[in-house]
């Protein structure tokens, strides 16, 4: 069975069902920031197809928030981890660097995505610049989740990835929807 040492996932399981269930293809995912793989692990068994790709996004090392997590073998666990929860005709992707060069790596491929799950660094100015780089890898009628859209509400501003996120959606309001808006941020490409 996979193994874990923290769950920072499952109490996003029915904002991601609500989401899913709005798309009408499930073949390419992309994920930003997939820790040990329980999210990853997630998509594999419950939403993506099952010829499907998923692309999985993560530095392995951490963010400023994680300063009293331990990373230690974290690359190790996702992989074995994923190894058990793949399906056969499934594949899985991973670009290990900062997500800002994966995802213009992503686009000088012309890669684009059903799905994009957004869970990396949180400071703002990097959520800004992950936001507007998968909105440009995603399909029309795509949708992007944001994870933790109301996180560091004690923080500074620029710690958290409301600031950026809102600042998002206002410019991009001609093209994206908000389909979701609660701890989480959901939007679907519509332009
Ligand atoms: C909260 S964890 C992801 C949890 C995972 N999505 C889940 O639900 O199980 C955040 C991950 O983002 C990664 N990360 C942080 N900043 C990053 C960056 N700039 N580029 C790529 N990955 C980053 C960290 O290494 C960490 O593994």
Redesign the pocket.
Known sequence: LPT?T????SH?VPNLQKALGLLEKRRRFL??????????C?FLRNALDDVGEIVC??????????VK?S?EG?RERFEQNIAEMKGPAQSVRVL???????LAKLISEESRFDFI?V?????AP?VLA?ACLAYLLLQTGGIIVF??YLYGQDKPLLETPKAALDMFTLLYREKVSIVMLNYQLGVRKIG
């Open positions: 874990f923290q769950d920072w996932f996003n994920e930003i920031g997939c820790f040990e793989g329980m999210s990853t997630w996004v993560d530095t392995f090392e951490g963010g400023i928030e994680h997590t990373f974290v290990d660097c900062h997500s800002h060069l994966a799950y869970d990396g660094s949180h400071t990097d992950d994870d933790d």
